[in-house]
């Protein structure tokens, strides 16, 4: 891991993907030498929203990198609500948000939320 991200930052800011429910996979990546982390909702167990807040906090709890929370619904069938992304947002490492809905209503929303 520590060799993909070596070679893939050549130098520059590497925000790895974790496309998996492990948080330990979180740590795993930052000792590595990832300098932010890219957190997909969790897919299979499709969680309520305080389960996605319950996962962010995990994360948060993690690792003190900062992380983007992903918004892919059609990949993983749980969508964040906008409720979500604000309780989330209290945590000090939740620092951005990628959002995939498609829903263009949503970014000024999103913004709004700094």
């Not at 492990?22 to 932010?36: C, E, P, V």
């Not at 900062?66 to 993983?76: A, E, F, K």
């Amino acid at each position: 891991m520590a060799t993909v991200i070596a070679t893939a930052t050549l130098g520059e800011q590497q925000v790895t993907y974790n496309g998996t429910l492990s948080t330990n996979l979180y740590f795993r990546l930052q000792k590595a030498g990832a300098n932010g982390l890219l957190s997909v909702t969790p897919y299979y167990n499709k969680p309520t929203q305080a389960g996605l807040v319950a996962h962010s906090r995990a994360v948060a709890d993690t690792t003190d990198l900062p992380v983007m929370l992903y918004d892919v619904p059609g990949r993983t069938a749980t969508g964040i609500d906008l409720a979500t992304y604000e309780a989330a947002r209290e945590l000090p490492t939740v620092v951005a948000v990628k959002d995939a809905t498609g829903d263009l209503a949503r970014v000024p929303l999103l913004t709004r939320l700094g």
